[in-house]
């Protein structure tokens, strides 16, 4: 079953944010354009919607020495191996492919907005006309014809590159070497590994909308892993006990002639 | 039309049976629909009401009428689950259900076991109601808010179903003749002795009643 896993590295080190990898995207996808309102940044659209899975977001950023720095960033799912959204989603539209990524059937999905509120990376998106959601696929379609996704395809830079998982992973701290310790990996040390990983230029923290330690949320564990399984055991427990109790100890009679005795 | 029946008393009146099966139903329906959206390998369940997306709406609407049934029978019933000090007793001794007791303190309209399913109905009614306002559209709260109601949710379901079960048990096979309370409403005036004694006194003390 399990075929070889796949990383995207998106190496922010070397994007010049001329957002080819947004319009590959959506090209590929067919996803329309919607109009959007100029709030005073190249960022646009403004945010991640069902019709944009990938965005570049930017952000101006002084560091610790007033040096002023433009930080770019591709926005989009990060294909966990420990994924909160499939955890959730009731009905199997989200799911793992052989690939490692999160693939999404939108013919199954009922539109629950369930992965929405798990995602740790805020990524899923609900189109209200059609009740379902929508999100990178990490273009599971050309994966399996062979070739990279549309976004990699578009980067005129080699900042987005997709490769076998560990030889990413490897290229990825050997671009740190390259960087003399000025980047950062992100994206192998949480969620059981992302199927997306970056190198940062900063701290993760200094990242609009990017948790420096996502998890699957307490919440999610507590509700699949805990409460699921007891409605079960302990509707089953229950019921146990009661036969038992009418086996051992009877059913409580009514006296016919004796006023409320026992 | 009281002495029409035989040593027989009538326990509930029409609008209660109703609010009480109204509620039941609901309640029934919801647990069975959301054992359907949360047990994928359940799956007989969609497919018997026609798909996920049909389930998940007829959950949505049985809760609905589940948390307007909530709100009337919490009203209706309050004053007869209202605790008093001998419930105390009464729970200090498993009710009688679970080993032998000489001294029960006689019963009103409705035991300390009963009055504790009503108020935990009530409770995990209303919480679950509220975390299910919140997951039908979970994009206009904060996340948080979003993430905690869906766990709340389970959790209620799992206390009101486990309950339920006790629920059914007691009142069927547990408690021969209790069963018809909730059915015709008219049970023996022996039941009544054993379930409700102090009840059946105030009532017989007054003609008017029916």
Request: glycine share 8%; hydrophobic share 40%; charged share 20%.
């Amino acid at each position: 079953m399990k075929k070889t896993e796949y990383i995207k590295l998106i190496d922010t080190t070397k994007c010049t944010a001329c957002r080819g990898c947004q319009v590959a995207c959506k090209q590929w996808n067919e996803m329309p354009a919607m109009r959007t309102r100029n709030f005073g940044s190249y960022q646009n659209p403004p945010d991640l919607q069902w019709n944009t899975w990938t965005l570049i977001r930017f952000q101006e950023h002084v560091d610790k020495n007033g040096d002023f720095k433009w930080l770019f960033r591709k926005d989009g799912c990060m294909h966990c191996t420990e994924a909160a959204c499939i955890k959730v989603c009731p009905s199997g539209a989200l799911y793992h492919t052989e690939y490692g990524t999160v693939g999404i059937n939108q013919k199954l999905c009922i539109g629950c907005k369930a992965c929405i509120s798990a995602c740790p990376f805020d990524i899923p998106r609900f189109n209200q006309q059609t009740e379902k959601i929508y999100k990178c696929d990490l273009c599971y379609d050309r994966l399996k014809d062979g070739q990279q996704p549309a976004c990699a395809l578009s980067c005129p830079t080699g900042a987005i590159t997709v490769g076998e998982r560990e030889a990413m992973i490897d290229k990825a701290y050997g671009r740190l070497d390259q960087l003399e310790g000025k980047g950062i990996v992100y994206g192998d040390k949480f969620v059981g590994g992302t199927h997306v990983m970056y190198i940062l230029s900063e701290d993760p923290a200094v990242y609009d909308k990017l948790p420096v330690k996502p998890r699957i949320p307490a919440s999610v564990i507590l509700w699949k892993n805990l409460f699921k399984p007891f409605t079960l055991i302990g509707m089953g427990a229950v019921a146990g006990m009661a036969a038992l109790h009418y086996l051992i100890k009877g059913p409580h009679e009514v006296h016919e002639n004796k006023e409320g005795d026992e | 039309m009281s002495g029409k029946i035989l040593n027989m008393v009538r326990v509930t009146d029409p609008i209660e049976r109703i609010a009480h099966w109204l509620l039941a139903g609901s309640c029934l329906f919801c647990l069975f629909t959301g054992l359907g959206l949360m047990f994928r390998s359940w799956d007989f369940i969609p497919a018997l009401l026609g798909g996920l997306y049909a389930t998940k709406w007829m959950h949505i609407f049985s809760g609905v009428v589940f948390a307007f049934t909530l709100i009337y029978a919490f009203m209706m019933w309050k004053k007869d689950c209202a605790f008093e000090p001998d419930d105390a007793k009464w729970i200090a001794q498993g009710g009688g259900y679970l080993w032998k007791t000489n001294n029960l303190p006689p019963v009103y309209k409705y035991n300390a076991g009963q009055k504790l399913f009503f108020w935990f109905v009530v409770v995990f009614g209303v919480l679950i109601v509220l975390s299910g306002l919140v997951i039908w559209n979970p994009l206009v709260f904060p996340t948080a808010v979003a993430r905690w109601s869906y766990a709340l949710h389970a959790l209620s379901a799992l206390v009101i179903g486990s309950f339920f079960v006790v629920h059914l048990y007691l009142g069927t096979i547990g408690n021969p003749g209790t069963f018809q309370a909730m059915t015709t409403g008219w049970c023996s005036k022996a039941w009544c002795e054993t379930h409700c004694p102090r009840w059946l006194a105030e009532r017989e003390k007054d003609p008017s009643e029916s």
